[in-house]
């Protein structure tokens, strides 16, 4: 087999051309460097905080501004696990523009008039979440306001405070009068930013916990990276990986990023079901009009994945090749009878989801493989299909027991899925043989014999006793819900 040879203009240094706060910026790049160290540790800017530095306090929150799908838009995300390589072509808004203490940006003076700060430490992360959700929607509603906080915690104010001064901007302010005339000026830019030179990154030096940082801009390129670094690991979202990095202090030779790729970049409906791009975000899913008439469980169950931040860049394939047992998405995609289209320099195969966890996050992908996209055949229209997710916290909290179960054609098929319980994410078997019964209604033996069916551990999300517990709950909810 013969390698595809990378174009050698693309083994260029690692810089990005971007822009920060109205500005054009050129920078050479820490390979793999996160967008907070960036911006802290290399521009100066002190502004964004790092608190937890694992996305799940919203101290580093910035916004990025790009064009998708024809618009621009405005998303949140937590600079600490963002790469900064993802930044090419972007516009970084971060505290440090909107406003200064003589003239405050419209969302810190009304933080201020409600004294919605007292260490300040969280505040410039609020202050760019609200950022984010004023510039995109006009008038957002308290729910809409509590998603967008979901993933900022503040350990001094209390959140009435804060929730008062959104509501009151979201009452008082549009869009308009949100967005400053230099972020607009450079929306124009970004629909004809056209920089390729810089879309593959090599750095060797061995003092970084990432040497190779690696944007290849097509499946070709992707395929061949893969074969010419079989020790590459693949970045999607990151916000799996650079916890690794940053928590556990996990080395990587080489990291190839997917999020460039536009092929990956695919949200369609097609007449075997829903494709799902490698690169696609939860927020996209979730914005898709597609998936909310088609596979509305799955809009649903994206709105309980970690917060507003993580979800703008983190991806749902990710969550899949991550294979974790608590990934909250895979019993809802396995009962969805997901397929996976896995690709290499040699071919394209399709797995079953089924087929794809053969163990503790072991999965059916050879070396060379990723997951290209997903499809997911649309359900008929009558079936029956809701996820549950038990956690200690409502938001941003990684589930204890996740499931989700179908009901085919008025009781003729089902299948109930489990995450939490077993080494990998499971379908329940015994549930697939005895639902029958509890069409007779006796779904408390059903539930009392699927728990039997799983061994789980015990950690510090839940001993094992209290996991089979959850295993009869979810299926008495789902009675509820399916008899209504
Ligand atoms: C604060 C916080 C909260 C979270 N909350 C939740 C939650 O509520 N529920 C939940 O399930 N998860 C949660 N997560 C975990 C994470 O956000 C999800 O698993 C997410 O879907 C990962 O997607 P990603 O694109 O960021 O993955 P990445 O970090 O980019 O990658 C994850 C893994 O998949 C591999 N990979 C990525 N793409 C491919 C591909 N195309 N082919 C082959 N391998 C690939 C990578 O090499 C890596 O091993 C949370 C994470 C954080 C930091
Ligand atoms: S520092 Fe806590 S989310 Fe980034
Ligand atoms: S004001 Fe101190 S953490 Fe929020």
């Not at 915690?153 to 008082?172: F, N, P, V």
């Not at 394939?317 to 047992?325: E, L």
Request: net charge neutral; glycine share 6%; hydrophobic share 40%.
């Amino acid at each position: 087999m013969e390698n595809t040879p990378v174009k050698s203009a693309e083994f260029r240094f690692n810089e990005i051309s971007f822009f920060l706060n109205g500005n054009r910026r050129a920078a050479r790049l820490s390979p793999g460097i996160s967008t907070l160290d960036f911006l802290n540790k290399e521009l100066h800017l002190y502004g964004s905080k790092c608190s937890c530095n694992e996305g799940d306090c919203g101290a580093c929150t910035v916004v990025i501004s790009y064009p998708r799908e024809g618009e621009i838009v405005y998303e949140a995300i937590n600079s600490c696990l963002y790469p900064a390589a993802k930044l090419h072509g972007k516009h970084l808004i971060t505290v440090e523009g909107l406003g200064t203490s003589e003239d405050l940006h419209p969302i810190q003076r009304a933080l201020l008039d409600h004294h919605s700060t007292q260490c300040g430490y969280c505040t410039p992360g609020f202050v760019m979440s609200l950022f984010a959700l004023l510039a995109s929607i006009a008038h957002p509603d308290t729910e809409s306001i509590m998603a967008a906080l979901e993933g900022n915690l503040c350990r001094c104010t209390g959140y009435q405070s804060i929730l008062d001064a959104a509501q009151e901007l979201s009452r008082d302010f549009e869009p308009a009068n949100i967005v400053p005339s230099w972020c607009r000026k450079v929306e124009a830019l970004l629909f004809g930013f056209k920089d390729p030179a810089q879309s593959v990154f090599i750095n060797s030096d061995s003092e970084y916990s990432i040497n190779n940082y690696l944007k290849p801009e097509s499946c070709q390129q992707l395929a061949s990276l893969l074969n010419k670094h079989p020790e590459a690991s693949l970045i999607a979202g990151g916000t799996d990986i650079m916890v690794q990095v940053n928590v556990s202090r996990r080395k990587f030779s080489t990291l190839i990023d997917l999020a460039e790729i536009s092929e990956l970049k695919n949200l369609q409906l097609k007449r075997d079901g829903i494709h799902i791009g490698a690169a696609v975000s939860y927020s996209r899913i979730m914005d898709s009009g597609i998936v909310r008439s088609d596979l509305p469980a799955l809009t649903k169950l994206c709105r309980l994945i970690a917060s507003k931040q993580i979800r703008n860049f983190g991806t749902l394939v990710g969550n899949i090749a991550n294979a974790s047992p608590i990934g909250d998405s895979l019993p809802l995609l396995l009962v969805y009878d997901t397929k996976l289209i896995v690709s290499s320099l040699e071919a394209d195969r399709e797995i079953p989801l089924q087929a794809f966890f053969l163990d503790y996050r072991k999965t059916a992908l050879k070396p060379g493989e990723y997951i290209r996209e997903i499809i997911i055949p649309i359900p008929p229209r009558d079936s029956f299909i809701m996820a549950l997710k038990t956690a200690k916290r409502k938001s941003v909290d990684i589930s204890s027991v996740v499931s989700a179960i179908r009901i085919d054609h008025e009781g003729q098929s089902a299948a109930l899925a489990f995450g939490g319980v077993a080494a990998t994410p499971v379908l329940s078997k015994l549930f697939a043989q005895q639902w029958k019964a509890a069409q007779n209604g006796d779904w408390q033996a059903l539930a009392q014999s699927v728990a039997s069916e799983f061994s789980p551990l015990s950690d510090v999300r839940g001993s094992a006793e209290y996991r089979r517990q959850m295993i009869i709950n979810h299926i008495l909810q789902y009675a509820e819900a399916y008899h209504g």
